[in-house]
């Protein structure tokens, strides 16, 4: 019977936070998976590019996304690590996105793939909803997972929880 | 008898292997996701399944089901979601979806529940359910509306007509979620063998 365990987990503070980074993850688990619920603290547009990136490597990440804005949906590719979107403090108050990566296989020695699910919610017709998938091109062990918005910060009451799947 | 060393190979390597409590080895973790309730519709049908006294232990709230209404006129239906018997016009959802041949996106604001898309119907060929997982984190987070992700969808082996969708719902309120209803939008009634689990997950 596979296990599910909490390996560690942040909650942003009142000063906001640029990134969330989970280090020394153990080898011990198959796969990841991140649980962030998560607002963006800039003001514009309803929603904000997020990425996810490991070991601290920005380098060889590709991804293709299904995405809805609320009102159409289409198709994109990209070679960055923003593969997911956060609401923003334009949003609707108080609401926090949802978003989970799922990320198998991450102590293995093959290249790392991982998918998305993610939406930004909000009570106005715009969001941004997504699924990806992604590849880190690199064999090495992920032992670092980072969270970070494109521009802005995490705002308070962000949190982000890491499991390990065995 | 009491077994005091279990060796690779032998019958009993499907085992589970917890270390014991000695010093130096690592303690037991007890598994972070865990059944809360189980509801399986019986013979008569189901107009609503509801899941009370939540408890607030968890961090994050996982439903997992499979779903088939009593609709005869088409052959998907949508799984309506309220929380804490809240019915007023405090909730919003939207949705990006594939059939097979497009994509579609859509948005409800200022709305009375939640929908989530798709599952099968009686207009829809015999023993089709339509599948969902929702997940809603940070559930008992007073200092936060209240999100859920849905990942849906059915397929109705005709070669030509299914939906999978992502969607998604905010409820606008901070309360701690201790009670989830779930509705068909267009039937009266959940089919037979219809299932929901929830599933709490911890954060701690």
């Known amino acids: 019977m596979a296990t599910y365990k909490l390996i560690s987990s942040v909650t942003v503070g009142s000063g906001g936070a640029a990134n969330i980074e989970f280090t020394s993850i153990p080898a011990t688990y198959t796969d990841l998976v991140v649980k962030l619920s998560a607002r963006n603290s800039i003001t514009g547009d309803v929603y904000e590019d997020l990425g996810i990136y490991f070991n601290s490597s920005t380098s060889n990440l590709t991804w293709r996304m299904l995405y809805g804005t609320g009102a159409a949906a289409s198709t994109t590719s990209g070679s960055t690590r923003y593969s997911a979107f956060v609401p923003t403090s334009s949003a609707t108050a108080s609401t926090f996105g949802s978003v989970e990566f799922y990320i198998p296989n991450y102590a293995g020695s093959t290249n790392k793939s991982y998918s998305v699910d993610s939406t930004t919610e909000n009570n106005a017709t715009t969001v941004l909803q997504n699924l990806s998938a992604g590849l880190w091109s690199n064999t090495a062990a992920i032992t670092t997972v980072t969270l970070n918005p494109e521009t802005g910060n995490f705002v308070q009451y962000t949190t982000a929880y890491l499991y390990g799947i065995s | ?204």
Not at chain 2, 173 to 194: K, M, R, V
């Open chain 2, 1 to 204: 008898m009491a077994i005091t060393s279990i060796k690779t190979g032998s019958s009993f390597t499907n085992l589970i292997k917890y270390n014991d409590f000695l010093a130096g080895n690592t303690a037991y973790q007890p598994t972070a996701y865990e059944s809360i309730a189980t509801v399986t519709v019986g013979s008569g049908g189901s107009s609503t399944i509801t899941f009370s006294s939540i408890p607030s232990t968890y961090q994050h709230l996982q439903i997992r089901g499979i779903a088939r209404t009593n609709r005869s006129d088409a052959a998907y239906d949508i799984v309506k979601l309220n929380l804490n018997s809240d019915t007023g016009n405090n909730y919003s959802h939207h949705f990006v979806y594939g059939d097979g041949s497009g994509t579609s996106a859509g948005a409800t604001t200022s709305t009375n529940t939640i929908f989530n898309y798709y599952v099968g119907t009686g207009f829809a060929s015999a023993n089709i359910f339509g599948t969902l997982v929702i997940d809603i984190l940070d559930y008992a987070n007073t200092n936060k509306y209240k999100t859920t992700r849905t990942l849906g969808g059915v397929d109705f082996n005709n070669g030509s007509f299914g939906f999978i969708v992502l969607g998604s719902g905010n409820w606008r309120n901070t309360n701690t979620i201790t009670s989830i209803s779930l509705a068909p939008q267009a039937g009266n009634s959940f089919n037979q063998y219809t299932q929901f689990g929830l599933f709490g997950i911890k954060g701690a």
